[in-house]
């Protein structure tokens, strides 16, 4: 897959420019499917946000930015039809655009769902990742951004990148850059501080932080 891990979504020209690089043609050709389960697991989330994102009527852009055709790929529906009547769905997908919400409650759903497997025979697919939306690819999340128990009772999510993430730096009062050096040191990996402005494209392996404002890497 080609990863775009955001904050807050498609937030300036320079993620959107990100974005159409790595789908190879204009959005307006493309075709998405929005994954909003992230959204039930959070407690400050709910059915309300998740019909906003989906909807596009929030300030993170992502569903409404304009695209060929969209659809709604719910996780926790995915196990009671089979996989192959949901998989055929994502493979024709240009680019899934993933909320946020709570992390752990995504990753759980993607690997009961079957999607955390099909991920790497998704080569040319894009996945844009909004909050908890990028930081479910990451090894850990930290303690910090816990909210919903998983299985384990840890805070391992899909390891599809080798670097960990800590959203919308600058935001919000507990998110100052103290608070991500102290999380960085809890995840004793690498890690990234990422403010609103700013987001991560990985391409076959290669990283790149594309921002308008600010952002700062913790090396391992």
């Known amino acids: 897959m080609r990863l775009l891990l955001t904050s807050a979504g498609v937030t300036n020209p320079s993620i959107r420019g990100a974005l159409v690089d790595l789908l190879g043609?204009?959005?307006?050709?493309?075709?998405?499917?929005c994954i909003p389960t992230a959204q039930y697991g959070h407690p400050l989330c709910g059915p309300a946000s998740a019909w906003r994102?989906?909807?596009?009527?929030?300030?993170l852009p992502m569903c409404d930015l304009g695209w060929k055709s969209l659809g709604v790929l719910?996780?926790?529906a995915l196990p009671s039809i089979g996989e192959q009547r949901w998989a055929p769905w994502v493979r024709e997908a240009d680019v899934l655009l993933v909320a946020g919400g709570d992390a752990l409650y995504l990753g759980h759903w993607m690997r009961?769902?079957?999607?955390?497997?099909?991920?790497?025979?998704?080569?040319?697919?894009?996945?844009v990742g909004?909050?908890?939306?990028?930081m479910v690819l990451t090894p850990r999340i930290g303690d910090d951004f816990v909210e919903w128990t998983s299985p384990d009772g840890g805070d391992s999510t899909l390891g599809v990148v080798d670097f960990s993430i800590f959203p919308h730096l600058g935001l919000l009062p507990d998110n100052t850059m103290a608070a991500?050096?102290?999380?960085?040191a809890e995840i004793a990996g690498p890690a990234y501080a990422i403010d609103d402005q700013t987001a991560i494209k990985v391409t076959d392996g290669t990283v790149e932080v594309v921002s308008e404002g600010h952002w700062k890497l913790f090396p391992s």
């Open 180 to 184: 991500a050096e102290r999380w960085a």
């Open 25 to 33: 043609k204009p959005i307006a050709d493309s075709s998405a499917l």
């Open 74 to 76: 719910e996780l926790t």
């Open 53 to 59: 994102f989906i909807t596009g009527q929030t300030p």
């Open 130 to 134: 909004l909050s908890a939306g990028s």
């Open 112 to 127: 009961q769902s079957g999607l955390a497997d099909l991920l790497p025979s998704l080569q040319d697919t894009v996945w």
